[in-house]
């Protein structure tokens, strides 16, 4: 078998990556830039290559491009630290195999690497996407690198797809990506908030009237489904649509065709549909407030957005990217968050989800008094002894209930199945106030900070991870496999823990 082949200027990635692979029997060969491999693939190549995407000298995109003229078919695996659409798409537009995002988990890279192998081996042409831009869509969050990579592999499609998600966590951006990085691109994207329009008027925004159809109708007016020929119809909250329409819609999904409202002649639909709800479509489909074949229809591809709760690890990033864009429309200067200032905003369970961040960084650029944003700064309400959150979802200045603990929805990217969880633990509400031990960490950080200690992160992490594994070892009595799979690590992983952090007894 030919070697693996690792395209990194980073040499301890290279050498976390080459140890990893030869534990499994991979032979491997190295490179620290791009023009090194480029120049080795004129007379040579490997079963699998993995590069980095930005490095001096050359990109690992460019290095995708190289390969796929020299050796087409090669299994190629985009490694990158940068966490947005852009990165994860464009290395699908390239051609790539996957996508990985830094850092990652060793033991996850090497089952990648693994089948890449075994795509190689069986001589399958990897995909070719299309990318366009959606720089508002970033996260760090492992659903969220899914999300992005859904959308790459669906370039080339223009199947139904079914987005799913509370409010405020983005469904219309993912529907404009989608719409962006489709055949239909050049088409047009119209978007339809169903539980915005009346019932007695949804029929006609939908597929238009003729003129006399009704009173007040003393002209034709095209419906959403003509104005979206050859491009893209998004129907926003889709589980409010009547039920009587829903067998219309049903209907144009099904063979293509609708008529205007007091209309004869059958119209064609050349067009996309991509729907989403907040709602449980599946609980309305059996309370008999939803049509099954119709919840079938649109349920070909499902995407699940997360909840910001549930991409905590993204708040940081979100919060510094909401406030250049403030900034930017505003015509000021950028403000900057203090590090325990974000440490708070991360551990807030923000029920308005993105929506809700973005405007609190509106709040911010115009309200806070200073250049650099402390805790002190931000609302009342959002302060560390407060349960509730600022209502800045709708813009006002009372307090948001947390609301019922209720079911939250999900589906794998792929969207096979769905998978219904709850929203919260014990019967307490999602949102709630932080828990002890976050606390708890919170007040040390702090004294860390204060007493200007080095290395704050690296000391917490390895006293995080030495408490989590040694209190999972205790459980298992010391079985490592069993303390492993606990914790949804792998085998390696544990063992390469216990060594570093001294834990062996």
Request: proline share 5%.
């Amino acid at each position: 078998m030919k070697p693996i082949w690792i395209v990194d200027d980073d040499q301890s990635i290279r050498w976390v990556l080459e140890k990893a692979l030869a534990r499994e029997n991979f032979a491997t060969r190295s490179f620290a830039n791009v023009r090194e491999a480029s120049a080795a693939l004129d007379h040579d190549s490997p079963q699998v290559l993995v590069s980095d995407i930005r490095m001096p000298g050359g990109s690992g995109l460019e290095l995708l491009q190289t390969v796929r003229d020299k050796v087409p078919g090669l299994p190629v695996i985009i490694m990158t630290a940068f966490s947005d659409l852009d990165s994860a798409v464009a290395a699908f537009q390239g051609g790539a195999f996957e996508y990985l995002a830094k850092p990652f988990d060793v033991d996850k890279a090497v089952e990648l690497i693994r089948r890449a192998v075994d795509e190689s081996m069986r001589g399958e042409q990897t995909w070719d996407d299309r990318v366009a831009e959606a720089p508002e869509m970033l996260g760090q969050a492992p659903a969220m690198q899914d999300m992005f990579r859904a959308i790459g592999r669906l370039s080339h499609s223009s199947a139904t797809v079914l987005i799913t998600g509370e409010s405020g966590t983005g469904k219309e951006l993912v529907a404009r990506a989608l719409h962006r990085h489709s055949p239909r691109a050049n088409g047009p994207f119209i978007a339809l908030n169903t539980a915005a329009i009346p019932k007695d008027l949804l029929e006609s925004e939908l597929f238009g009237h003729e003129r006399g159809a009704f009173t007040g109708a003393q002209a034709m007016r095209q419906g959403r489904f003509e104005q979206a020929e050859n491009g893209t119809l998004f129907l926003d909250e889709i589980g409010d649509m009547p039920f009587d329409l829903q067998t219309r819609l049903l209907r144009v999904l099904s063979d293509g065709q609708f008529y205007r409202v007091g209309g004869h002649n059958p119209l064609r639909a050349n067009v996309r549909v991509i729907a989403a709800t907040h709602q449980n479509l599946e609980s309305r489909v059996r309370q008999g407030l939803f049509r099954e074949d119709l919840y079938h229809r649109l349920n070909v591809i499902r995407l699940r957005l997360p909840a910001l709760r549930e991409r905590s690890e993204d708040i940081p990033l979100l919060t510094r990217h909401f406030l250049q864009k403030s900034a930017r429309d505003l015509g000021v200067e950028p403000k900057r968050v203090s590090e325990e200032a974000l440490a708070h905003l991360a551990s807030l369970p923000f029920p308005g989800n993105v929506r809700q961040l973005e405007n609190l960084a509106n709040w911010l650029t115009v309200m806070a008094p200073a250049q650099t944003i402390e805790i002190k700064d931000l609302p009342p309400d959002l302060g560390p002894a407060q349960a509730g959150v600022t209502d800045l979802a709708g813009g006002g200045t009372g307090v948001i209930g947390t609301g019922e603990a209720g079911l939250a929805v999900g589906a794998p990217i792929n969207g096979t199945s769905a998978a219904v969880h709850p929203a919260s633990s014990a019967g307490m509400p999602a949102a709630t106030t932080v828990s002890a031990w976050e606390g708890g960490l919170r007040t040390e950080v702090a004294r860390m900070l204060r007493e200007n200690a080095a290395d704050v992160m690296d000391e917490l992490a390895r006293r995080f991870e030495a408490a989590v594994i040694r209190e999972a070892l205790d459980f298992t009595r010391g079985r490592k496999v069993e303390a492993a799979e606990r914790l949804g690590i792998g085998r390696n992983t544990i063992t390469r823990k216990i060594q570093e952090l001294n834990l062996e007894p």
